[in-house]
């Protein structure tokens, strides 16, 4: 997996959810995943029976493992979705989680999804940008969206969609789960991890068809309707990068 260290900085998230006005927070430096994670990543934890280790699941979604009989991604053996350097996608938040706890204990670092402050970070930068690549709304050169190619397309393939640190995909391709709850006060993940609450989804996907869903400080779903939860994983439009502390 290819780190990208991010600075120190400021981001101001806008309202809603835990937040009932735009806050600032300042963020303590870290580093990023340059890419979502891909289906040949994902696969190294399939292969190593990290859907048979309970350690690594959060409760619920153990729960849920066990009861649906999760082994793979929902779309593990679908070729449109399936292939090698493309996100993954069919992914509930658990196993994302699953994931990060995985690879830290195959690293011995500390990786996990990164929180919604994180990730707008690491897309924004210091010069207060609405998209990753700047201010002028998306083009056919910045990311896949608006069914540009309708389904997802390899990690990186928009060098001109890169944030201003030089993270890809950000925003296209597929929405990307993070840590943080909707609802909790704190806005932190950690302490509700094992919870019902809804989770942030950030970036757009391939199929967003407003530029309202790709800027970076999008916290919340286009339709009110849709409830985030961590069982999401029917969406080929859904998938996750990771953070390292």
Request: with cysteine.
């Amino acid at each position: 997996m290819q780190w990208i260290e991010i600075p120190a900085g400021t981001v101001t998230l806008a309202a809603g959810g835990y937040l009932p006005q735009a806050t600032p927070f300042d963020l303590p430096a870290f580093a990023i995943s340059r890419y979502p994670v891909t289906n040949v990543q994902f696969g190294e934890f399939v292969a190593a029976g990290g859907y048979s280790r309970q350690e690594f699941w959060p409760a619920d979604g153990w729960a849920a493992r066990q009861k649906r009989g999760w082994d793979a991604p929902r779309y593990w053996t679908d070729r449109h979705w399936n292939q090698p350097d493309h996100p993954v996608v069919g992914i509930s938040w658990h196993e994302a989680m699953a994931y990060g706890r995985w690879l830290s204990q195959q690293t011995g670092q500390t990786i996990s999804l990164p929180t919604e402050q994180q990730w707008q970070r690491a897309a924004q930068g210091d010069d207060g940008r609405v998209y990753p690549w700047g201010h002028t709304e998306p083009e056919e050169i910045h990311c896949n969206w608006n069914r540009l190619v309708d389904e997802t397309t390899p990690v990186g393939h928009y060098p001109a969609g890169h944030s201003p640190f030089g993270v890809a995909d950000l925003c296209g391709n597929v929405w990307e789960w993070c840590l943080t709850g909707w609802e909790s006060a704190s806005g932190e993940g950690e302490g509700v991890a094992d919870g019902h609450e809804p989770r942030l989804l950030r970036g757009g996907c391939w199929s967003s068809d407003s530029p309202l869903s790709l800027r970076v400080t999008n916290r919340s779903p286009k339709d009110p309707n849709t409830r985030l939860v961590p069982h999401y994983r029917d969406h080929v439009t859904v998938g996750f990068r990771c953070a390292r502390v």
